[in-house]
């Protein structure tokens, strides 16, 4: 058996050496020399990505040769995962949708918005819409009793008749833009929900009680009866103030919490967010959550003095947990950018966390995010939008990605893929240290899709091309044009290259 592994392990290391990998700043700047054989133009090679300084570059890489002839497989190509491709768009989901926006996607067509059931429309302030009468309607996708209701592209479905509870309601869409409503989905002590999940058919509605604390959680198995699920109570006994939790389930089916930990921080004075976020993991999303290594940490330099401040909510909303509202923190210098009110969603194995921006400078609020290849991190700070204290939630519909805020503007981006790139590779057949064949220019682009039984995980699809047409040969080469089509400040920003071999 001892020989079968190391067996297996020398074959498997073999297999892996056949791949030209290029990641590293040394692997890109030996892929592209400052030589002949190899050129790049409006190409800037920094911190192990190639970028381009205009809006376009051409690459050619050195020639990568062997001993004896092989064949390519394929090219993979992939991109800085900043995400920097947003647009912005008009606000999401209901026009009387109030409060933190929160957003799950269970598949084609069957989106999913909860938030408090305003009476009015946001557009029009508090100005009262006239009378109305409700009427029999139709929608396509929809093929139950559905009435009219006074707010444009919204429509009653019987559990949406039902009186309110004082939390938040469903409405369900099958195009993101006509939303049929379902009615209550959590009485008024779940009226702080800050995320949603789902699994095995039901969805997990997590809300803290009382507001900024100890993540509670209602599971729910049936989204159409306008009646609350059941409500498990506590599931996180959180030690440090704070929540406004995400919640997102791993591939294995673990859900992971990540929530705000005010200890570093007067929260009170930095919009009730903080520069630490805390990481919780359980097998099943209602209890024995456990506490892990914080996702994302930029505290500065701790004093060991003590500070207090005092919220508003906890005393009077849960008297038997909470006897006062003074909470402690640990006095940090110089001033710390704060981060909160978090959501989740993982594209391919990339996960990214989107939250609240508060900066250290007293910049306007915004929309931040972070990312990291691992649930456990640690998240890099990619960049933020927007202004405004944002609450957001993200979710994958219709083929695009979906930020809903608090703010004015809502954003949508096609993925972290950036257009356009386009390239081919060569071949040498003959060993004389040129190429003498080269493939078709092919335009390569990753692409994105549901995972079924997943919420949150998305699947991708990898920029390719498919090379097993090219003949065999003793050497291998490839070019590449990168062009920015977007008018956002993102860029088609080269991460990595994969070529593989037989």
Known sequence: ???????????????????????????????????????????????????????????????????????????????????????????????????????????????????????????DGKSPLPPFTPEPATLEGFDIPLKTTKFPNQFDAAGGLKKGTGGYHAWQSR????????????????????????????????????????????????????????????????????????????LDGKFHLIVEDWSPINARTHAWDSPLAAHAVSPDGIQDFKLLSPPVDERTKPTGQIGTYNHPHWVKENPERFMTNVAEYEIHEPEQNAYGDWSAIC?????????????????????????????????????????????????????????????????????????SVEARVGVDTDGDGSVDHWGDWQRVKETYDYTPGFAKQIQKTPASIDLSDLPAGFGFQFEVKVTDTTENKSKPKLDKVTLTFE
């Open 1 to 123: 058996m001892a020989l079968l592994i190391a067996t297996t392990l020398a074959m498997a290391n073999a297999e892996a050496s056949e791949a030209w990998v290029i990641d590293s700043q040394a692997q890109w700047e030996e892929a592209i020399p400052a030589e002949p054989g190899s050129a790049k133009s409006g190409l800037e090679l920094k911190d192990g990505v190639a970028s381009p300084t205009g809006n376009s570059a051409t690459l050619q890489s050195a020639l990568k040769t062997f001993d004896k002839k092989h064949s390519a497989q394929s090219i993979v190509f992939e991109q800085s995962p900043e995400w920097l491709n947003w647009e912005p768009t008009e606000n999401l989901g209901p026009v009387n949708l109030g409060d933190a926006p929160v957003m799950l996607s269970l598949g084609p067509d069957n989106y999913w918005m909860f938030g408090r059931y305003m009476k009015e429309s946001k557009k």
């Open 175 to 250: 195009d993101m833009v006509n939303w049929v409503h379902h009615g209550p989905i959590t009485e008024s002590v779940g009226k702080w929900m800050t995320t949603a999940e789902f699994a095995d058919g039901k969805a997990y509605f997590y809300y803290d009680f009382p507001n900024d604390q100890d993540p509670h959680v209602y599971v729910d198995a049936d989204l159409f009866d306008g009646l609350p699920g059941d409500n498990k109570g506590m599931a996180y006994d959180d030690p440090s103030h704070g929540s406004d939790c995400a919640i997102i389930r791993d």
């Open 347 to 419: 594209i391919g194995g990339q996960y990214y966390l989107f939250c609240d921006f508060d900066p250290a400078e007293g910049k306007n609020m915004s929309v931040g995010w972070f990312t990291a290849s691992s649930i456990d991190g640690p998240f890099s700070f990619c960049d933020s939008l927007g202004k405004g204290h944002p609450d957001p939630d993200i979710c994958f519909a219709e083929g695009k990605f979906y930020l809903a805020t608090q703010m004015k503007t809502d954003y949508v981006s096609a993925g972290p893929w950036v257009e």
